[in-house]
């Protein structure tokens, strides 16, 4: 009765990794309990997840070619794209979220358009600007550009409302850290990059202050919700932003601390159900509203559960 937080399955977003074909269901070695699915077998899940109370799923893309642009982002007929024409059909009830980038597009595996061996931020918007252009016009209910260019979300916003998409919403990853719980992530949507590393447009992990300044700046440019990610390694700056702010503010348990937990919980040295539970409840707790997590339809079915 005086329990002073509280989850709840709708607060939860399934990320799910989609590619072409048919009948796949292709296991992702580090993730324990995650695959790379067809957009047949990805309907199995995101139903699953529905029936389980889960709010929303992510859709990640794996195109069958990559080039230097990453254009099959913005193919219409791409993986995710038709997914979310199936979603939309089948789950109506189901929030379809999309990840918009261009790391798992490209053959360098880089989040932008590259000039020697330096992304080019503002080459780099209009073809983000496409990409979430071709999500809305599938029927993605939210874009959710992860890409940390400075600028995109004024260019995507302005890209979505002049094809008429003025009720697609924004959630930008507007402080999205270079982590190294990122690792199992790049394998399951195979974007490691193929030369240096993320740093020089992801955020120091050792800064805060300027969290507040890239959340504030995707604020003024149009965003719906504002993303802090990866979650539990960053608490403080999920309660920071949700303060100053106090807007609705999704948190992404990622790929990393998933795996952490699965992997004790395999060896017998944690209760991973315990574990799981515990550690959304301490993001619920900092202040995120939303929690994009891997455990989702497993966490909602503990909560069916009253445990």
């Given at each position: 009765?005086?329990?002073?937080t509280r989850?709840?399955?709708?607060?939860?977003?399934l990320?799910?990794?989609?590619?072409?074909?048919?009948g796949?269901?292709q296991?992702i070695?580090?993730?324990?309990?995650?695959?790379?699915?067809?957009?047949?077998?990805?309907?199995?899940d995101?139903?699953?997840?529905a029936d389980?109370g889960?709010?929303g799923?992510?859709?990640?893309?794996?195109?069958?070619?990559?080039?230097?642009?990453g254009?099959?982002?913005w193919?219409?007929?791409?993986?995710?794209?038709e997914?979310?024409?199936?979603?939309?059909?089948?789950?109506?009830d189901?929030v379809v979220?999309?990840?918009?980038?261009?790391c798992e597009?490209?053959d360098?595996?880089?989040?932008?358009?590259?000039?020697?061996?330096?992304?080019d931020?503002?080459?780099?918007l209009?073809?983000l600007?496409?990409?979430a252009?071709s999500?809305?016009?599938?029927?993605a209910?939210v874009?959710?550009p992860?890409?940390?260019?400075?600028?995109?979300?004024?260019v995507?916003?302005a890209?979505?409302?002049?094809?008429?998409?003025?009720?697609?919403?924004i959630l930008?990853?507007?402080a999205?850290?270079?982590?190294?719980?990122?690792?199992?992530?790049?394998?399951?949507?195979?974007s490691a990059?193929q030369?240096?590393?993320?740093?020089?447009?992801?955020?120091?992990?050792?800064?805060a202050?300027?969290?507040?300044?890239?959340?504030q700046?995707?604020?003024?440019?149009?965003?719906d919700?504002?993303?802090?990610?990866?979650?539990?390694?960053?608490l403080?700056?999920v309660?920071?932003?949700?303060?100053?702010?106090?807007?609705?503010?999704?948190?992404?348990?990622?790929s990393g601390?998933?795996a952490?937990i699965?992997?004790?919980?395999?060896?017998?040295?944690?209760?991973?159900?315990?574990?799981?539970m515990e550690?959304?409840?301490?993001i619920r707790r900092?202040?995120?509203?939303v929690?994009i997590?891997?455990f989702a339809?497993e966490?909602?079915?503990?909560l069916?559960?009253?445990?």
């Amino acid at each position: 009765m005086v329990r002073e937080t509280r989850l709840d399955p709708a607060s939860f977003v399934l990320p799910l990794f989609v590619r072409s074909g048919a009948g796949l269901r292709q296991p992702i070695g580090s993730m324990p309990g995650c695959f790379q699915t067809s957009v047949d077998e990805l309907l199995i899940d995101a139903r699953m997840a529905a029936d389980a109370g889960v709010g929303g799923v992510m859709l990640f893309g794996i195109p069958d070619h990559k080039d230097a642009i990453g254009s099959g982002a913005w193919d219409d007929a791409g993986p995710v794209q038709e997914a979310i024409r199936m979603l939309v059909r089948e789950l109506p009830d189901l929030v379809v979220m999309t990840d918009v980038c261009l790391c798992e597009y490209t053959d360098h595996g880089h989040c932008g358009v590259i000039k020697g061996e330096t992304v080019d931020n503002d080459a780099t918007l209009e073809l983000l600007a496409r990409e979430a252009v071709s999500h809305a016009r599938a029927g993605a209910h939210v874009v959710a550009p992860s890409d940390m260019m400075d600028g995109r979300v004024g260019v995507i916003r302005a890209a979505l409302d002049a094809e008429g998409f003025h009720e697609t919403s924004i959630l930008s990853y507007s402080a999205k850290y270079a982590s190294a719980f990122y690792g199992p992530f790049r394998e399951a949507a195979e974007s490691a990059p193929q030369f240096g590393d993320r740093r020089a447009y992801q955020m120091d992990p050792a800064n805060a202050e300027e969290a507040l300044r890239e959340v504030q700046l995707d604020i003024e440019e149009g965003a719906d919700m504002i993303m802090v990610k990866p979650a539990g390694p960053y608490l403080d700056i999920v309660a920071r932003v949700k303060a100053a702010t106090g807007y609705p503010l999704a948190a992404y348990q990622v790929s990393g601390e998933f795996a952490m937990i699965q992997a004790a919980a395999e060896r017998g040295w944690i209760d991973g159900e315990r574990a799981m539970m515990e550690s959304l409840l301490g993001i619920r707790r900092a202040g995120a509203d939303v929690i994009i997590t891997y455990f989702a339809t497993e966490a909602a079915r503990v909560l069916r559960r009253g445990r």
